[in-house]
T-cell receptor, first 116, second 117 residues
């Protein structure tokens, strides 16, 4: 079945450092890929997405490129801020639910802590 | 624009008591609706989804049930809570297609923190 593997956290960085959070996936078809961010005590917010191979999703300085050959969707940011501290979830959508709707398979999340 | 509301934000309930969590969506019609649970230190687990009024599908057997009495209302319930029901419950919606999914992203509410004591 589908699965998403993320690097374990927490990841602790100094402000303005470069960020990479690794994500690899296993899927039987041609999934869409997503990154979600969860700030403390809140729900998940869609950060970026890519729907086909070689697509690059970007938002708020974050980027991720859909790499079909390596089945990866690593999240990157050139210069992190304290306000980026959150939990980041990689997810894929490959399974159509009976009758409609799409099932997202999530990774376990990676906590990012950015310090001054 | 579309918005999703989920309440209450936090809830503490004794074992054996009933549960009702409510979620409503505004600004869209015939959305697909979902209930996820996030256990401490773990990822998200899909509990229920719905593609239309009165249409509920369960992904995992459990002590919970869901209902969709109106197009944009989704309710998560239990008759008797268990300790293992504690967790963070998230409601989400995606664009409805009337047929197979289209890989649209899910949009989540702010969640309900449930503690069963």
């Amino acid at each position: 079945g589908d699965s998403v593997t993320q690097m374990e956290g927490p990841v602790t960085l100094s402000e303005e450092a470069f960020l990479t959070i690794n994500c690899t996936y296993t899927a039987t078809g041609y999934p869409s890929l997503f990154w979600y961010v969860q700030y403390p005590g809140e729900g998940l917010q869609l950060l970026l997405k890519a729907t086909k191979a070689d697509d690059k999703g970007s938002n708020k300085g974050f980027e991720a490129t859909y790499r079909k050959e390596t089945t990866s969707f690593h999240l990157e940011k050139g210069s992190v801020q304290v306000s980026d501290s959150a939990v980041y979830f990689c997810a894929l959508s490959d399974t159509y639910l009976p009758g409609g709707g799409n099932k997202l398979t999530f990774g376990t999340g990676t906590q990012l802590k950015v310090e001054l | 624009s579309q918005t999703i509301h989920q309440w209450p934000a936090t809830l503490v309930q004794p074992v054996g008591s009933p549960l009702s969590l409510e979620c409503t969506v505004e600004g869209t019609s015939n959305p697909n609706l979902y209930w996820y649970r996030q256990a401490a230190g773990r990822g998200l687990q899909l509990l229920f989804y719905s593609v239309g009024i009165g249409q509920i599908s369960s992904e995992v057997p459990q002590n919970l049930s869901a209902s969709r009495p109106q197009d944009r209302q989704f309710i998560l319930s239990s008759k008797k809570l268990l300790l293992s029901d504690s967790g963070f419950y998230l409601c989400a919606w995606s664009e409805g297609t009337g047929g197979y999914g289209n890989n649209s992203p899910l949009h989540f509410g702010n969640g309900t923190r449930l503690t069963v004591t």
